[in-house]
């Protein structure tokens, strides 16, 4: 299999999807002289966090969403953390609350979610939210956004239909790959779980269907671990001297079916989503049934 016949399942046009109706909602909200606000705590001295963080805000005014940004210094105490969490959590001004990653030395992201009200957490990664996931109940959480975003790649892999399909997710961690697992339970899929201790994984990963790759390791995954009738979704984010790269190493989209591009693939979709939940997390907020949003997966001409 050559690079030429490998779908790349590209995040763009999704994501513009989600864009569209995103702002189609701030647009109504601005007639009746609404606008949500977003806040994103920093509690460290990452300069990549930073930056990350002051990006939004160019996007957040895009879209008509006021933005703050809480940098709380790398010396912040967990009591300083989470009296912060616990203050936005109870302003009514404030509609939806981040917490940038990774946090400084010494604090604890557990404990800090506990003082983040569910409601407000838009990146669906507090316990009330993740708790809701894990017993199948999706329709009462915010789904956190990269693993939603992976979800979606592959159901427009699969025709939208992931039921017995079998997922291997390499990298069970707290943002992406254990919600991951549970959301792909969740729709029918047959999961394996690969990690640190894994042992023979190329011969584990010979039956799946589909990889997920979400550790934030480059060259992780190899050409020699995948097979030409699978599908990979690379969730994992590389900063180099040359650009942002994925987990996948670049040969392996010589030897798949279709894989997502780092940068292109994951990122933009789940960007979207963000908001997406933020357009959600208000609307629970103000007691509103929260509205469906679909995207056309063009789960055809995807992998034309």
Known sequence: ????????????????????????????????????????????????????????????????????????????????????????????????????????????AGDAFLHLTRRKDIEGLTPANLSRVAAGQEHAALLPPTPRSV??????????????????VIGPGRTVGRPLIWMLNNAGATVTVINQHSRDVAEVLRPQDAVVVAVGVRGLLTPEQVQPHQVVVDAGINVTDSGVVGDAAPEVADKVRAITPVPGGVGPLTSALMYQNLVRAVQLQRGEEPVDFVIDLGCRKALD
């Open 151 to 168: 979800r979606y790649f592959l159901r427009q892999a699969f025709n939208d239909d992931l039921h017995g399909l079998r997922i291997a």
């Open 1 to 108: 299999m050559t690079t030429s016949d490998t779908v790349l399942l590209k995040g763009r046009p999704l994501a513009d999807q989600v864009t569209s109706q995103v702002r189609a909602v701030m647009k109504d909200w601005a007639a009746e002289g609404f606008r949500p606000k977003l806040v994103s705590v920093l509690a460290s001295d990452d300069p990549a966090s930073l930056v990350y963080a002051e990006s939004k805000a160019h996007r957040a005014e895009r879209l008509g969403v006021t933005y703050g940004l809480m940098d709380l210094g790398a010396n912040a105490s967990q009591d300083e953390l989470q009296d912060t969490l616990q203050q936005l959590s109870a302003d009514s001004s404030v509609h939806g609350i981040m917490l940038e990653f990774p946090l400084a030395p010494g604090l604890d």
